[in-house]
């Protein structure tokens, strides 16, 4: 096992001469600002690699290689991001990397309601609480049936926890929430996060799943023949 350490590349706060300060010898990283609609460049691979290489890393784990929203969704333009991502895992394999990180998440990812939760170390940790992300849901973006998806008991909850929330909080959950991937520089607005979620109006979890499942059976035989493994 090679102790590792998550880091989101320049923008993130923690520098790689800190990281090195734990002990840990291998860096889990991307290139968080490329976008999904073309291979990651093989200038960009090399230029991170080296960078933590030089601070006396392995780089041992990309976390993570989005996935399109057209490949979620199995569209008509699925087809021609799974190509990308092929191309990604072949120039990320030719760079050394063995292990490559996914996320079928539905349009966001990744979220958390609470990027600063204050632990009893006085440390700070993410955090994530259904009622607040209820509260989010049902009141403030107001998703159409929204309260469908939920047991009524934390609707009512999430209900009574935002008659407790200032303007102002309403705006940092919301913050927190559609903050988009770490180490990206984009960020989702309300309208984003609207648009995205009719087009999945009428997607069910059964068709999500086989689109998850047509997905890992165009790439696995890729990451394989190239000595890959998907996580």
């Given at each position: 096992?090679?102790?590792?350490?998550?880091?989101?590349?320049?923008?993130?706060?923690i520098s790689l001469n800190q990281i090195f300060q734990t002990g840990v010898k291998g860096i889990v990283s991307?290139?968080?600002?490329?976008?999904?609609?073309?291979?990651?460049?093989?200038?960009?691979?090399?230029?991170?690699?080296?960078?933590?290489?030089?601070?006396?890393?392995?780089?041992?784990?990309?976390?993570?290689?989005?996935?399109?929203?057209?490949?979620?969704?199995?569209?008509?333009?699925?087809?021609?991001?799974?190509?990308?991502?092929?191309?990604?895992?072949?120039?990320?394999?030719?760079?050394?990397?063995?292990?490559?990180?996914?996320?079928?998440?539905?349009?966001?990812?990744?979220?958390?309601?609470?990027?600063?939760?204050?632990?009893?170390?006085?440390?700070?940790?993410?955090?994530?609480?259904?009622?607040?992300?209820?509260?989010?849901?049902?009141?403030?973006?107001?998703?159409?049936?929204?309260?469908?998806?939920?047991?009524?008991?934390?609707?009512?909850?999430?209900k009574e926890y935002f008659k407790t929330l200032s303007n102002s909080e309403q705006l940092l959950l919301e913050?927190?929430?559609?903050?988009?991937?770490?180490?990206?520089?984009?960020?989702?607005?309300?309208?984003?996060?609207?648009?995205?979620?009719?087009?999945?109006?009428?997607?069910?979890?059964?068709?999500?799943?086989r689109n998850l499942v047509s997905f890992l059976k165009e790439i696995i035989p890729v990451a394989k023949a190239?000595?890959?493994?998907?996580?």
């Open positions: 096992m090679l102790q590792s350490w998550r880091w989101f590349g320049e923008h993130d706060p991307a290139l968080h600002a490329c976008e999904k609609n073309k291979p990651w460049p093989e200038s960009l691979i090399h230029e991170l690699k080296q960078n933590i290489e030089a601070n006396g890393f392995k780089w041992t784990v990309v976390e993570s290689v989005p996935v399109h929203e057209a490949i979620k969704l199995n569209n008509a333009d699925a087809p021609y991001y799974i190509e990308i991502y092929k191309e990604t895992i072949r120039r990320l394999a030719r760079a050394g990397i063995k292990t490559i990180c996914y996320n079928f998440m539905p349009i966001i990812d990744w979220t958390r309601t609470d990027l600063l939760y204050e632990l009893p170390t006085g440390g700070s940790a993410l955090r994530f609480d259904m009622v607040q992300f209820i509260c989010y849901d049902v009141c403030i973006l107001k998703r159409k049936n929204a309260t469908n998806n939920y047991p009524e008991g934390l609707v009512l909850k999430a913050k927190n929430i559609i903050a988009g991937l770490p180490g990206a520089d984009f960020s989702f607005s309300r309208d984003d996060v609207i648009g995205l979620i009719m087009q999945y109006d009428g997607v069910s979890e059964a068709q999500l799943r190239v000595g890959v493994n998907i996580a």
